[in-house]
């Protein structure tokens, strides 16, 4: 159902993809961007982006024009654009005075979003006739950190998600760059920075944010350990699941209907939306250990288990999941036997996942096979 690669002995804080997925750019921790291409089974190490001066806190690989964004704690942006053999760096002013957290290209990739502790969006388009880069702010009623983004498909609507326990959808219409939007199940006044759904329930950081493919439904993680989805074709009715999980650091839609996370736990999750019922269900883990073969147990090992744990049971104590750290950001094709920080999509795209892949503290990539997994696991009914 999965392969695993280890690319470094550092976590990977962040990664995106090229167009093809025969390449990816990840941040090993520090204030460098890595790219590495695929060759048969390997990855070969082919650049090193170094500009930012503090530690990269996002990427993404606009897939048509293939520039590069990434902000880092240096409070700086930078499109990267490949000029021959070489990536060659923009600043971009973001006009903050606190950590950049995030960065995303607007679909069309004529903008992107930058997210930051200064609580604050800026939203970055180029002012051709300046030949330079420009942002706007979208600060109201953000009051803390901004840790997540993601837009919706007409270019124009942003979720976002931050630390005061908000996830948000905002006007990112820039008349600079793009014609008035049409109406939308979020509403049909869209000026810049305009609030068009703010959520309430929440009590964590809003760790993730993700739009469906529809654009109708955008879910959210919270510190909280809950996983909820708010859908603009309901009157934005909130659904929400508090997860028996740790806290889920990162979500996606793989359809319209199914999402998966993961975070802390070393595992992805896979959870379901119940349009008809309003309610988010817990679809199963989707990482399938091998069986450990069980033995006596002493008793300091029980104590240690105790300790760690505040169990005795010694099968959850060993960490059988293909990351072992958690996962920071899902890709659609990953492994995760990690604490995970990213999820991202591989093959199929939100409406129909086929692959999909995270990264994490461990260092490594693991990569899902939707239909692989749903065949290997008996109870998983993917909607």
């Not at 068009?196 to 993700?210: L, R, T």
């Not at 992805?268 to 199963?284: C, N, R, S």
Request: net charge positive; hydrophobic share 35%; glycine share 6%.
């Amino acid at each position: 159902a999965m392969s695993y690669h280890s690319f470094l002995l550092e976590p990977i804080s962040c990664h995106a993809w090229n167009k093809d997925r025969t390449q990816i750019a990840l941040c090993p921790n520090n204030h460098d961007v890595i790219i590495y291409k695929k060759d048969g089974a390997k990855w070969n190490k082919i650049h090193v982006l170094k500009e930012h001066n503090g530690q990269v806190t996002g990427i993404d690989w606009a897939p048509e024009s293939n520039r590069i964004v990434t902000c880092g704690t240096d409070r700086n942006a930078y499109v990267w654009t490949l000029k021959g053999e070489v990536w060659k760096p923009t600043l971009v002013i973001l006009r903050i005075n606190r950590a950049a957290r995030c960065v995303k290209w607007s679909p069309k990739e004529n903008k992107f979003a930058v997210g930051s502790g200064s609580r604050l969006i800026s939203v970055c388009y180029f002012e051709q006739e300046n030949d330079w880069w420009v942002c706007k702010h979208i600060k109201k009623p953000i009051r803390s950190t901004v840790l997540s983004l993601d837009w919706h498909h007409n270019n124009v609507l942003l979720a976002a998600g931050s630390c005061d326990f908000k996830c948000r959808v905002f006007s990112a219409y820039i008349k600079e760059v793009e014609e008035k939007p049409s109406p939308t199940p979020w509403g049909s006044k869209m000026p810049f920075g305009e609030l068009m759904f703010e959520s309430s329930g929440s009590s964590g950081w809003v760790h993730s944010v993700c739009f469906s493919s529809s654009g109708s439904r955008v879910a959210w993680t919270s510190h909280d350990s809950t996983v909820a989805v708010a859908d603009a074709g309901k009157n934005t009715v909130i659904s929400s699941l508090s997860s028996e999980t740790l806290p889920l650091l990162t979500v996606m839609f793989i359809t319209e209907n199914s999402l998966v996370a993961a975070g802390h736990d070393c595992f992805p999750a896979l959870f379901v939306y119940d349009e008809g019922k309003g309610t988010i269900t817990f679809g199963g883990k989707l990482d399938v250990p091998k069986q450990s073969a069980q033995r006596g147990m002493t008793a300091r090992e029980r104590f240690q288990n105790l300790d760690k744990k505040a169990t005795t049971e010694t099968k959850e104590a060993i960490l059988e999941t293909l990351h072992k750290n958690s996962i920071r950001q899902a890709l659609s094709p990953s492994y995760v036997s990690h604490h995970t920080f990213q999820i991202s999509i591989l093959e199929g795209g939100k409406s129909k996942c086929a692959k999909f892949c995270t990264t994490g503290m461990d260092g490594g990539l693991a990569i899902w096979d939707v239909k692989t997994l749903e065949s290997a696991m008996k109870d998983l009914k993917i909607v």
